[in-house]
């Protein structure tokens, strides 16, 4: 499989050879929708608290007597049939919504993501990836003499300035090839890849 390897003004240079195991995989779509949800839900927390009736602060006073009103009966205001009474499947806190997903699994999944990136042009290769300082005018001006609005970029070691210079910009985010996940793969228009860090993805997914 060969990517395009970008210059500095975004243009296809050259091409960069890559495994066929990692970015050639066929696009497998129930896969991909499984590991995408699954890291969704494994990043949701249990925040959400609701009252029963029996915690809402509420009068035990029956409202009317049971008999010759001609309103419904009631017993009491906190039911939850009240506007105001308590919730009858309330939400505790203590809620678990992870999902089980295989590892080889959740790597067969990346894999076909990062194929068809590549396949839709989506996915590109670059020599390396830094600013001098870590101004975050240094990095926009870079993202846009490439012609790059959106983009996730997986470089092959955390660089300081570089995470510094774009964590200020919306739709720029700097991972290292074990921290690539299937959400973001899939959010940003491009997706930039240093030369170093195919070796690792290859190593990672292989």
């Known amino acids: 499989m060969d990517l395009k390897l970008l210059n500095d003004q975004g243009q296809a240079a ?6 066929d195991v990692v970015f050639g995989r066929e696009f497998n779509e129930s896969l991909v929708h499984q590991i995408v949800v699954a890291f969704q839900a494994n990043a949701r927390s249990a925040n959400s608290q609701q009252k029963t009736r029996g915690t809402v602060s509420h009068s035990t006073r029956k409202p009317w007597k049971q008999k010759g009103t001609g ?3 009631a017993g009491m205001s906190s039911s939850p049939l009240w506007r105001g009474g308590g919730r009858a499947f309330p939400n505790t806190g203590e809620e678990n919504y992870s999902h089980k997903v295989n590892k080889k699994m959740y790597r067969a999944g990346l894999r076909a993501i990062l194929s068809q990136l590549a396949r839709d042009d989506r996915l590109a290769v670059v020599e390396n990836f830094a600013v001098d300082a870590p101004k975050t005018k240094l990095a926009a001006a870079k993202l ?23 964590r200020n910009l919306p739709n720029v985010a700097v991972v290292e090839p074990r921290y690539a996940d299937p959400v973001s793969l899939i959010h940003f228009k491009k997706v930039l890849i240093t030369k170093a860090a195919i070796a690792q993805l290859e190593e990672i997914l292989g």
């Open 14 to 19: 050259s091409t960069v050879a890559a495994s």
């Open 71 to 73: 309103r419904a009966r």
């Open 144 to 166: 846009k003499d490439m012609g790059l609005d959106s983009v996730l970029l997986i470089t092959d070691a955390f660089d300081e300035n570089l995470y510094l210079a774009t």
